[in-house]
């Protein structure tokens, strides 16, 4: 008699994005696992309209519960979920994802020989003419190839494609949500992960699409509050001495490098406007940290 697959529980925090949490129910619907050995619990942060009707209208097709709280972030959306779930796996993914099919299998076969650790896959992007949202995920990319060369020794997951150890996650203590409004919780999780002395498994094959529209200007502003979030996350590390700098430095020392190869197969003009991008990025990202330390440190 074979094993029983495992149990997961599919958390996804949304806020007043309706058509895009559609789309996303919709290919967890298509998953090619056994539909009694998955949840689906969507966690909506504080929307103006409740998206009661767009998950109402899968109940036929999913296992699915949708819980509310007042605004207070992802993060927090996310650790409201983990309390409700039932299962030992907690799959975290967002509501502008659409996972492959063979999400689920790839991670369960995953953990059937890694089930302490956790898991990250490879996103992707669902909207290659959109160049902010292409910049944005080749920006993912790149920190994925420096922080996880070593894919069993991996040190940093976004939280669109991540799933974790339900008792783990609760002993990690979860999610920090005061990084909320900006951002880097999932940054402090994987620290705090590494530093209770878990591992880290980068699994590429476990894959997501990420419909994430972006303009000039949310994208400047997206990459400003990561810096933002950027000086919290190095100061809560500081704290509990979880890390060091150093490693942000060496990343910065290879940007060039692991840049080259992406940007080359580009053509045209289209490389030219990544790469001016990826100057604005780093400016943005430079900006928010430092303004972030004027504001905590009352510089003048």
Not at 71 to 87: D, E, F, Q, S, V
């Amino acid at each position: 008699m074979e094993p029983e697959q495992p149990l997961f529980s599919i958390i996804i925090p949304t806020y007043a994005r309706p058509r895009q949490l559609a789309a996303c129910l919709q290919s967890l619907a298509r998953l090619d696992y056994p539909q009694d050995r998955f949840e689906v619990i969507v966690v909506d942060d504080g929307s103006e309209t409740s998206p009661e009707a767009v998950v109402a209208s899968f109940c036929g097709q999913l296992d699915v519960t949708l819980l509310t709280q007042q605004h207070a972030g992802p993060a927090a959306a996310r650790n409201t979920g983990a309390l409700w779930a039932k299962g030992e796996i907690l799959a975290f993914t967002d509501d502008d994802c659409a996972p492959a099919p063979d999400w689920l299998q790839n991670l369960a076969a995953r953990f059937d020989t890694a089930a302490d650790c956790a898991v990250g896959g490879r996103t992707l992007n669902a909207l290659a003419d959109n160049p902010y949202s292409t910049a944005s995920q080749l920006i993912v990319d790149v920190v994925y190839t420096h922080y996880n060369a070593n894919p069993d020794q991996a040190s940093f997951f976004a939280t669109n494609n991540l799933a974790v150890p339900a008792d783990r996650f609760k002993k990690t203590g979860g999610f920090d949500a005061t990084f909320f409004p900006f951002v880097s919780e999932d940054r402090d999780f994987c620290n705090r992960w590494l530093h209770q002395g878990y591992r880290m498994i980068h699994a590429p094959e476990v894959l997501v699409y990420h419909a994430h529209a972006l303009t000039f200007r949310t994208f400047l502003r997206q990459h400003f509050n990561y810096g933002r979030g950027a000086f919290r996350f190095h100061k809560a590390r500081a704290r509990r001495d979880s890390g060091r700098s150093i490693v942000e430095v060496k990343f910065y020392l290879n940007l060039l490098g692991l840049l080259r190869d992406p940007i080359s197969q580009v053509p045209g003009r289209r490389a030219l406007l990544l790469a001016t991008l990826l100057v604005v990025w780093q400016i943005a990202n430079t900006l928010g940290f430092l303004w972030e330390w004027v504001t905590q440190t009352g510089v003048r």
